[in-house]
């Protein structure tokens, strides 16, 4: 049973425009969530995260939203550049336990 | 420059060969993992280890053998290689749990 959902497998979105990148997850003991970002052919690398103790967390043009109550978190890039079109890994983790993943969104940034 | 190096890229293998995947990382990290994915899936954690000497399975039953004889070392071993082990294998190492450097991956293919 998948306990992190991305169920969009790929979105595309114009340059310039808002990208919106969706999570769910079933665990209600999750206390930390992770957005990955990875490009072919590399290994992902890490991008923004959030506490369970916020509701959101900005780094530059990437905002992650957390709706504890809804169990749904979101990943805002804004605006959206071409070098963003990657396939994004929402993550999340129990304390000092293992990282669990979903299974990614490929976001396609049209020019 | 600290980072996490891994070899081969990639390796096509006939089935019944033994190969070992290297993975390194000189950022002095105690916490290693390896973990594999095929396209349009999650990450599946196969081993992971928190020191020298210590190895545990993940959550995905793996064939493959790891160890960790130095801190910066921790190859993954396939003793027979069959095609259904054909797939993407990434290696990561974290200090904190919840921010994991991957390297750039290996990708296996078994005929």
């Known amino acids: 049973d998948q306990q992190v959902k991305q169920n969009s497998p790929s979105l595309s979105v114009q340059e310039g425009r808002i990208s919106i990148l969706n999570c769910d997850y079933t665990n209600s003991m999750f206390d930390y969530f992770l957005w990955y970002k990875k490009y072919p052919a590399e290994g992902p690398t890490f991008l923004i995260s959030?506490?369970?103790?916020?509701d959101k967390n900005e780094d530059g043009r990437f905002t992650v939203f957390l709706n504890k109550s809804a169990k749904h978190l979101s990943l805002h890039i804004v605006p959206s550049q071409p070098g963003d079109s990657a396939v994004y890994f929402c993550a999340a983790s129990v304390g000092d336990d293992k990282i669990i993943f979903g299974k990614g969104t490929r976001l396609h940034i049209l020019p | 420059e600290a980072d996490i190096y891994q070899t081969p890229r990639y390796l096509v293998i006939g089935t019944g060969k033994k190969i070992t995947l290297e993975c390194s990382q000189t950022m002095g990290h105690d916490k290693m993992y390896w973990y594999q994915q095929d396209p349009g899936m999650e990450l599946h954690l196969i081993h992971y280890?928190?020191?020298?000497?210590?190895?545990e399975k993940g959550d995905l039953s793996s064939e493959s053998t790891v160890s960790r004889i130095r801190t910066e070392h921790f190859p993954l071993t396939l003793e027979s290689a069959r095609p259904s082990h054909t797939s993407q294998y990434l290696c990561?190492?974290?200090?904190?749990?919840?921010?994991?450097?991957f390297g750039p991956g290996t990708r296996l293919t078994v005929l």
């Open positions: 280890s928190y020191g020298v000497n210590s190895t």
């Open positions: 959030i506490s369970s103790i916020k």
């Open positions: 990561a190492s974290s200090e904190v749990l919840n921010e994991q450097f």
